[in-house]
T-cell receptor
Framework: IAGITQAPTSQILAAGRRMTLRCTQD?????MYWYRQDLGLGLRLIHYSNTAGTTGKGEVPDGYSVSRANTDDFPLTLASAVPSQTSVYFC?????????????FGPGTRLTVL | GQNIDQPTEMTATEGAIVQINCTYQ??????LFWYQQHAGEAPTFLSYNVLDGLEEKGRFSSFLSRSKGYSYLLLKELQMKDSASYLCAVRDGDYKLSFGAGTTVTVRA
C-alpha cells in the first residue's frame, strides 16, 4: 500500500509554461488537499476537495486550478507558471473533512520556476 | 485570517526535555494538531487535541487550553532522531487546517 504518491519528485520549469502536479491516494479517503510550503511561512492551503466532484479554494488559490474526477486523483495545474510559484508542494488526504480526522501527506514535489 | 505563532528554533541535549509552545487566534476552533517533519520529508501526524488538557503518547505529550489559545508539545528523553521541525496546526470553523511556520528542534549529543 503506497498511501499517497506525488509526481514528479522535482521539476525545473520555465516561466510561462503549463505544469500539472499529480497526486494519487489508495486509501479511499474522501477529502484531498494541496499545500505549498515556503521557508518561514509554513504550509499554506491552495485548494481542497471534500469529495469527488467538488473542489474549493484555500488561502492561496490564485494561479492554480484543480479537478477531482474520481476519489483517488487530485491533480494541481499551474496554467502559466511564475517564479513566485517556486515552492515545495504537498498533497494530503483525510477520510473526511471534519471530526477527529487526520490529514496524511504525500512526499512532496519540489518545483522551481525560472 | 488565522494567526499561529511558535518559536523558530530550539536546541536541546540528548536525553533532555523540550517544550514547544504554540499560540493561536483563529476563526472558530475544531481541534489542534502537531506534526513532525524531518528535512526533505513529508509532515507526519503526532497528536490531536480538541478538549482542554494533556494527551500523552509515549515520549510525546500535547497540551491544550482553548480559553488561552495555547498549546504545547512536550518531547521527553530526547533522541537524535527527534531533530526535526514540529508544526502546530489549528482546524478552524470551516474544518480547514492552518499551520504555524514550524519550530526546528536540534538535538545535540
Amino acid at each position: 500500500i503506497a498511501g499517497i504518491t506525488q509526481a514528479p519528485t522535482s521539476q525545473i520549469l520555465a516561466a510561462g509554461r503549463r505544469m500539472t502536479l499529480r497526486c494519487t491516494q489508495d486509501m479511499r479517503h474522501n477529502a484531498m488537499y494541496w499545500y505549498r510550503q515556503d521557508l518561514g511561512l509554513g504550509l499554506r492551503l491552495i485548494h481542497y476537495s471534500n469529495t469527488a466532484g467538488t473542489t474549493g479554494k484555500g488561502e492561496v488559490p490564485d494561479g492554480y486550478s484543480v479537478s477531482r474526477a474520481n476519489t483517488d486523483d487530485f491533480p494541481l495545474t499551474l496554467a502559466s507558471a511564475v517564479p513566485s510559484q517556486t515552492s515545495v508542494y504537498f498533497c494530503a488526504s483525510s477520510e473526511a473533512s471534519g471530526g477527529t480526522d487526520t490529514q496524511y501527506f504525500g512526499p512532496g514535489t519540489r518545483l522551481t520556476v525560472l | 485570517g488565522q494567526n499561529i505563532d511558535q518559536p523558530t528554533e530550539m536546541t536541546a541535549t540528548e536525553g533532555a526535555i523540550v517544550q514547544i509552545n504554540c499560540t493561536y487566534q483563529t476563526s472558530g476552533f475544531n481541534g489542534l494538531f502537531w506534526y513532525q517533519q524531518h528535512a526533505g520529508e513529508a509532515p507526519t501526524f503526532l497528536s490531536y487535541n480538541v478538549l482542554d488538557g494533556l494527551e500523552e503518547k509515549g515520549r510525546f505529550s500535547s497540551f491544550l487550553s482553548r480559553s488561552k489559545g495555547y498549546s504545547y508539545l512536550l518531547l521527553k528523553e530526547l533522541q537524535m532522531k527527534d531533530s526535526a521541525s514540529y508544526l502546530c496546526a489549528v482546524r478552524d470553523g470551516d474544518y480547514k487546517l492552518s499551520f504555524g511556520a514550524g519550530t526546528t528542534v536540534t538535538v545535540r549529543a
